[in-house]
């Protein structure tokens, strides 16, 4: 794959995140984040930013439903009857982001990035992402295209813009 899309994704990244950090500590707003597919590479991005420790309380990559329960409270019921990826274990995971980090609001992300994986209903590129906050937890799922950097990257980005979103 061509090289530029995934450095066009990680400047974007890289861009959203200056912009957390900024708007948040402005608002003296708190975030943390519960990944899956993106195995940390969302906290990262805000922490790779100057005055992020002000911002940023906390990441968990729960790669595993192991861990997931363990670490974030998900549901073994949730994992049994919708899957690890899926709209109900990402807002379960969002929830125990923010309950664990203690956070004002907090991301999930949990798909299949790819090459392998995947279902036909949820092929390659499928990424469900869960927002908790005080006001409640919702969830989207999105398909990015190209290969499995580029939707990591690309989970990362729409997770960072979920995030922005809370600071209005």
């Known amino acids: 794959m061509d090289e530029e899309p995934q450095e066009n994704l990680s400047r974007r990244c890289h861009e959203l995140a200056g912009e957390l950090v900024a708007r948040a500590s402005a608002l003296n707003r708190t975030v943390s984040t519960a990944e899956s597919c993106t195995a940390g590479m969302v906290s990262s991005c805000i922490a790779s930013i100057s005055g992020a420790s002000s911002v940023l309380m906390g990441g968990a990559a ?8 363990r670490v974030l409270g998900v549901s073994p019921d949730t994992l049994a009857r919708c899957t690890a990826v ?8 969002a929830d125990g982001s923010r309950r664990l980090f203690c956070s004002d609001a907090a991301v999930s992300v949990t798909g299949y ?9 949820d092929p390659v590129g499928t990424v469900y992402l869960g927002l908790s906050t005080a006001s409640g937890t919702t969830s989207e799922c999105r398909h990015f295209e190209g290969s499995r950097a580029c939707v990591r990257l690309a989970a990362t980005a729409r997770a960072l813009e979920l995030l922005l979103g809370t600071l209005v």
């Open 62 to 69: 729960t790669y595993t439903e192991e861990i997931k329960e």
């Open 86 to 93: 899926s709209h109900e274990t990402a807002r379960e995971m």
């Open 113 to 121: 990035a790819g090459p392998g994986g995947g279902t036909p209903a």
